[in-house]
């Protein structure tokens, strides 16, 4: 007597649709391919190991971690007096800017902003573009004496920042009296230093990262302009 519960070879599955073996979507001849395995990558695959495997040469890795470092901010400041720099060649890093300085930011003054401001709030500079030796760029503004007016500061400062196109510099106060009078003199490393690596990037786009968030005064609704004048606090 037959089971009548057991289906047949031939028999349909509930839904109407003929079940289908495990080994009729094989093709015959080939082989299943294997699933792929992902390299071990932990720390456990690292053992055993030897110990000059563990070796950096300091010259590679870390010459070339300074090239790829991603340029975000460059400072505008003067250089301090323990540090070597370089100043950037070029027309372009030697114009004339007109600069504000407050609450200890500096900020660019758009030109057709100049006619509307009080002489007092804001003073000219050549924005130069320097590297100290340790690799970090930044904007010198080296301010431009008045008409009429001697000042060494200024002028001794600016003789330094030419000489630093063609030569590693640091720049040292030498005071003449107790009265501030002095000037900046000049110290030539003892070492041969190589020449500095400058960015692959545009004036604008160094003038964009340097004067982000808002530091170029341009307009009258400006922070930094509702403030000089007293309209805000």
Not at 91 to 100: F, G, K, N, T
Not at 140 to 150: E, Y
């Amino acid at each position: 007597m037959t089971d009548t519960n057991e289906p047949t070879s031939g028999a349909q599955s509930l839904d109407g649709v003929e079940p289908v073996s495990e080994t009729a979507n094989t093709v015959k001849g080939v082989e299943k391919p294997e699933p792929q395995v992902a390299e071990d990558t932990s720390p456990e695959s690292l053992n055993p190991y030897r110990p000059e495997e563990l070796w950096i040469d300091l010259n590679k890795v870390h010459a070339a971690g300074a090239v790829k470092r991603r340029l975000t901010t460059i400072p505008i400041r003067t250089p301090n007096k323990h540090e070597f720099f370089r100043t950037r060649r070029g027309d372009e890093y030697w114009q004339p800017v007109a600069l504000i300085e407050l609450e200890r930011v500096l900020y660019l003054v758009h030109p057709a902003m100049v006619p509307h401001l009080d002489p007092e709030d804001f003073f000219y500079a050549f924005l130069c573009l320097a590297i100290s030796k340790s690799g970090e760029l930044f904007f010198w503004p080296l301010k431009i004496s008045n008409k009429g007016r001697t000042n060494m500061w200024n002028e001794s400062a600016l003789e330094i920042a030419k000489k630093a196109t063609e030569n590693w510099v640091k720049k040292r106060s030498r005071h003449e009296d107790g009265k501030g009078s002095g000037y900046y003199d000049a110290e030539i490393p003892t070492a041969q230093f190589d020449d500095p690596v400058w960015p692959a990037k545009g004036l604008k786009e160094l003038y964009d990262i340097a004067f982000k968030g808002d530091r170029i005064v341009d307009r009258m609704d400006h922070l930094v302009v509702q403030k000089l004048f007293g309209q805000i606090k």
